[in-house]
């Protein structure tokens, strides 16, 4: 799991902008003193309904104005929502194309792709109906992004998640008065969660705040975060006794809404028969290179075997920090001695011990300033160690997650040339939608795409290891690109989901089952795979394009110098023939 915040510079106008009134007409090219209309719906709409509706969004960007403000999860905030977003959608619709740049031109897509987005979730898929964990993991999000980052005293902070705290049982009367019948499945993650979200609350919360002294500051915080741990307390009652035994909805959001979440999110428009043609193709790709790099590595083992002699090459707990520091600083040096990528910036993210607040949540990610931070700009790859302890083998279990393979892979993924890479580079991006909204097939199949284009250049100089684990990270997004799509689309059962991560993804029965449940409440995970095919074949394509001229670096950096839109935008600007992206 990783935190990714994208940078974004957004002009002193944003900043200032009074909150304007949605029932104008679509604007014209300039208003009288010269500013672009285009430019000044984008800042509105950013304002009055992007971060005016997640403001917990906002203080994770750095907009602290929004820090003592919380999603309202009601029915009446939903249909706010909706009537907001279908007059932008109005607004950014009417704006004629002709009037924009080839850039601008790509914006606005990209801005109704996001609306229309968002009016999918709201009016057709409608997890606030369905899931109960839609309601008790984002508040633990909403005190976490305050917490993350010391962008001011432990004091103000703790000031702004009183503030935020103080709202949260209001959280629970929503979701008793929304949830309609959901997905047992959804009810059973729901329940899984709230353990660890009420520990969260009783231990993880007060440590980050222990310097505080302020008598009357504490007794505050008591009083709200005792609310807190009382209403998720309540509430996982109501979800064992009340919700569980009438949750028979179906999780499946079917094919027409999948097609449309992918052309929203994606802009990907290809029939879903050819895209589980394209995806089954690749997963035979990749389990044939893995059982030929296998029999490389020992032809009288099982690649079974063979994998689980890798988890045991760790390092040992106390070293775990230091080998992600190695691995980062070699990694960097590969990239600019073998001109991979430009580098925008020599500064190496801090590697650091997962603070105690967020060891529920993740293992290793990647926390990057939010773009209006001024103060807090480090960032930070974050690992978690064992708890200290826990059994032997517990820890060595817990260590088998960080064999050499893993290290090498995460960093890549997360650091060089992956996640903070692109960080560094967003505030490049040629507009402020470019700089903010993006897609996940750009993301994290950007990520993901390093992890087998550092090996194909030649890093680790042939280790047949690190490919057979560059090669299991593939298989596993592989079966998660299947999976979600066959499950929601009905012709795959959730049984038969964790049954095909085991046999075809190679994948053990825990993690296929810890996967298979992501797949039912997050449909598109297919976003890893479907990413990479589209930038391997955009590489193939500018190459043929470029013909002698074509260098790799070129490649990474033109790409990298659009933001992080669907690939589609970034296919337009570098091939300009509109040809498919698969």
């Not at 932008?88 to 109704?112: H, M, N, Q, T």
């Amino acid at each position: 799991m990783r935190k990714w915040f994208v940078a974004v510079l957004l002009s002193s106008l944003v900043l200032g902008l009074a909150t304007a009134s949605l029932g104008q007409p679509a604007p014209s090219p300039f208003d009288d003193n010269g500013t672009p209309a285009w430019d000044k719906l984008v800042d509105r709409y950013l304002l009055d309904c992007y971060f005016h509706f997640a403001p917990t969004s906002g203080t994770a960007n750095g907009l602290h104005r929004f820090d003592d403000q919380l999603e309202d999860y009601s029915r009446a905030a939903v249909d706010a929502e909706i009537k907001v977003l279908r007059q932008f959608e109005k607004e950014v619709a009417a704006f004629a194309p002709g009037k924009l740049s080839p850039v601008e031109r790509g914006d606005r897509e990209i801005v109704l792709g996001t609306i229309r987005a968002r009016l999918l979730e709201l009016e057709e898929i409608r997890s606030w109906e369905k899931n109960p964990d839609g309601y008790s993991a984002p508040i633990a999000n909403s005190v976490f992004v305050i917490m993350s980052r010391d962008f001011a005293s432990q004091e103000d902070r703790l000031r702004s998640v009183i503030a935020r705290e103080k709202q949260m049982p209001a959280v629970f009367d929503a979701a008793r008065a929304n949830l309609k019948d959901p997905p047992r499945v959804y009810t059973e993650v729901a329940l899984l969660q709230i353990p660890g979200i009420v520990s969260f609350f009783q231990k993880d919360v007060p440590a980050a705040f222990s310097q505080v002294k302020d008598p009357r500051l504490l007794a505050d915080f008591r009083s709200s975060n005792d609310a807190v741990i009382a209403a998720l307390a309540s509430y996982g009652k109501y979800l064992q006794d009340d919700l569980l035994p009438r949750s028979h909805g179906d999780f499946r959001i079917g094919a027409k809404n999948f097609r449309r979440k992918l052309l929203y999110d994606e802009m990907v428009d290809m029939p879903l028969e050819k895209l589980l043609q394209v995806g089954m193709a690749d997963l035979r790709q990749n389990q044939r290179a893995f059982k030929e790099t296998a029999a490389r590595i020992d032809p009288n083992r099982t690649p079974q075997q063979i994998l689980q002699d890798l988890e045991k090459d760790h390092p040992a707990p106390d070293h775990l920090l230091q080998s992600f520091r190695d691995s980062l600083g070699g990694l960097k040096s590969y990239i600019e001695e073998h001109n991979i990528i430009s580098m925008p910036s020599e500064t190496l993210p801090i590697v650091e011990e997962t603070p105690p607040f967020a060891r529920a949540l993740t293992s290793a990610s990647m926390d990057t300033p939010g773009p209006f931070e001024k103060k807090a700009t480090e960032s930070y790859l974050n690992v978690t160690l064992p708890e200290p302890g826990s059994p032997a083998n517990e820890v060595e279990e817990y260590m088998a997650s960080f064999n050499r393979g893993t290290i090498i892979s995460t960093a890549i993924h997360e650091a060089y040339p992956g996640h903070y890479t692109q960080f560094l580079w967003t505030p490049r991006a040629p507009t402020t939608v470019r700089k903010l909204l993006g897609a996940g097939t750009n993301v994290e199949g950007w990520a993901h795409y390093t992890e087998q284009m550092m090996l194909d250049q030649g890093y680790g100089n042939g280790d047949l290891k690190l490919k057979l684990g560059q090669l299991q990270d593939a298989l596993l997004r592989n079966a998660r690109y299947i999976v979600g799509i066959r499950m929601h689309t009905g012709t795959m059962t959730f049984d038969e989901g964790v049954a095909f991560f085991e046999k075809e993804g190679f994948q053990p029965h825990p993690n296929a089952l810890k996967e298979t449940r992501r797949g039912t409440s997050d449909p598109t995970y297919l976003v890893y795979t479907l990413g990479k095919l589209q930038i391997l074949k955009l590489r193939e394509d500018y190459k043929k394009k470029m013909g002698s001229k074509f260098t790799l670096q070129d490649f990474h950096d033109r790409f990298m110098g659009q933001g992080f839109p669907p690939v589609k935008i970034i296919r337009e600007a570098m091939i300009g023939d509109g040809s498919p992206v698969l």
